[in-house]
């Protein structure tokens, strides 16, 4: 028996905890709100969420088998990113706009870079940006009103933008998702509900999501006053940007500290987005603008460590 | 009472794994016939042996001695004759010279063994130098020997000695058998090595995980003044040194420095009860208590086992393997060290014998690094794992160093946590080396 045994250094247990564990937890966490938009938006809605969630998992392959990587669709990091980005999409959108964010997502923002762990930039909203560049009249106008099923142009935020706040749905339609925006940041309290699960199983931490909309409401508070306070937070891509999109591992700070830096900062891009930008919307590009400040946190907020003065390197 | 727990910042909680032993007492192994008992079981000078083959010693006779100070002799476990010394393979991976004795089952004791008299009668270097010569080095693992870390220089004065009850390594019930079956050698040893140091502050700290321990320890120590229990959160590595000191007394043991920068030693509860034995009995310590468990064992058992018995051995008084093993381990699971071969010897260190099946043995496939910063929450020291094996794996020593690679206390936390499986604490130790390497170059 004896050459059978395996020695290696310690540890020798690990827990049972993996990647695609995470994964598979952020897809749960996702799919009340992915309900939610089938029965606000129909089926065109389901279909964006295949057709971008099957090309980000073939691109990947397809990347992986390329550039002779090993092959790790099964994390089902893809799928998140393919679901995420058609969560970006209007009902109106045609399939193959998801279709090609995807593939820029998967192809450009993930394995140029290396692969999970190594982008950047949040590849789903990257992907987004990619989209909103290259055909923004096929996704910035045209949501559809679930509650009339018309076309309609403004989404609660360009009300506000406009100063069209008379026409402002209620609150109660905000927090349902009976408003028209994007398929899957209409309904905020089911991407509560998710957000709420993630922070529960300890896939994400409460930091950002809390600080991120925190920063939101207080300049919000300060600027639009209370009437308006409610939509800042429930409008727009805010409780998806929050739970989803800026707590990505790798995009995000690793560190409590960073992390605090970083929802602050998306939250100040948001509003300054929102109030002074030419966009109704900010929640994308602010996070995309911290995501690129990340690796700049993680390398200046870094814990104290144990027993070192200042956190200073000791002079040997 | 206080009820307040004791801990520290970062952390892991793995299984425990401690109810196949839990509850079993400790029970004495069958006599070995032939025993391998190596001349280095301590971190320090390796002993030279004092006898020669064909001669016959009896149990509790120096065989092994070094005029080093950091150094501690060895004792024969049993009585017979000397039939070789020769190079061994033993439980930290390398080969060390080794006493083979057969043993003769007469387990004649040496007329050097007798009791050395109540704590109170003995004055300081006396008690130093029973510690010594009864050959005590860290039963923790970690074998610094005792005498040493009780001789602190003039300049480091201690206040606190801690106890260590914690036995936060998954599996491993030793100490705490010990404490519930010999609570009054632990006290004894307690004011041994109090008086030893001059301190009158003591401390056992011992997880919750162990009330019944916590409770009979607690009674043992009623009316002993300056001595108390101090009940600790259960986590790993809630029994490191650096971790307790900070957990019981709110002290930072400096970056690079000993317990004593700030005033403390930590034993533990085994080295402990031992010196308590020897004071009682004159009994060097030639046999210990030892954790015999794991899936791929018949019956997990703690043993009060001869040094030098042979891990194979033990394992066979433990039913042998249930199933084929996958991994043998010297200690725990956290940072045991993994053994190629059952024809190695129990030594002062080996807190248990642990045995996983191939399953568990089974080396995750590591995947990228998805920076989710799990690593970072669990390292006790509060380094970047992840950055740190990045630099590593990169040869990049430079920076490893500048993440204070060196400061890792190799618990293995940052690896258990890993979502994508990446050998964290394995890397970082190869980093851990060559740094501390190079500072002695540069020295």
Redesign the interface.
Known sequence: MDNKLIASSSPHIRNDETTQKLMLDVIIALLPALVASIFYFGTKSIILVVCSVAAAVITEYACEKFMGRPVTVTDLSAVVTGMLLAFNLPSTAPWWIAVAGSVFAIAIVKQVFGGLGFNFLNPALAARAFIMASWSSHIASGFIDPATDAVSSATPLTMIKTGAAGQLPSIADMLMGNIPGVIGETSAILLILGGIYLIYRGTIKWIIPVVYIGTVAVIALVTDGASLLLYHIFGGGLMLGAFFMATDYATSPVTDKGKVIFAVGAGILTMLIRKMGGYPEGVSYSILLMNILTPMIDKYVQPKVFGVAGGKKNEK | MSTKLFTF?GG?H??TSKTLTQDVPIEDAVEPKTVVIPLSQHIGAPCDPLIAVGDTVKVGQKIGESKAFMSVPVHSSVSGTVKRIEQHYIPN?SKANCVVIESDGKFEVHESVRPKGTVEKLTKEEVLSIIKEGGMAGMGGATFPTHVKLSPPKDKPIDILIVNGAECE?YLTADHRIMLEKPELVLLGVKAIMKALGVNKGYIGIEKNKPDAIEIMQKTVEGQEGIEVAPLEVKYPQGDE?RII?AITGR??????LPMEVGCVVENVGTVATIGNIIKTGMPLIQRVVTVSGSAVQNPKNLYVRIGTSFKDVIEQCGG?KE??????NGG???????????VPVVKGTSGI?V?NKK?????EP????????C?DA??????P?KISRYTIQKNFDAA????AA?CI?C??C???????R?L??TI?VAKKEILAR?KK?K
């Open positions: 910042k892991v793995p299984p991976g998954p650096k900070n930072i043991v400096p970056s690079g420095g393997y084929e093993p996958g991994k043998l381990i699971p956290m940072m045991g060290i993994a053994q190629f071969s059952d024809e642990l996983l568990e043995a089974d080396l995750p995947s990228n690094c998805i920076l989710c910063g799990r970072v390292c006790p020291v509060q380094l970047m992840y160093d500048e993440y204070h400061d190799e293995g936390g690896s258990f946590v890993c979502p994508a499986k050998p604490k394995e130790s500072r540069v």
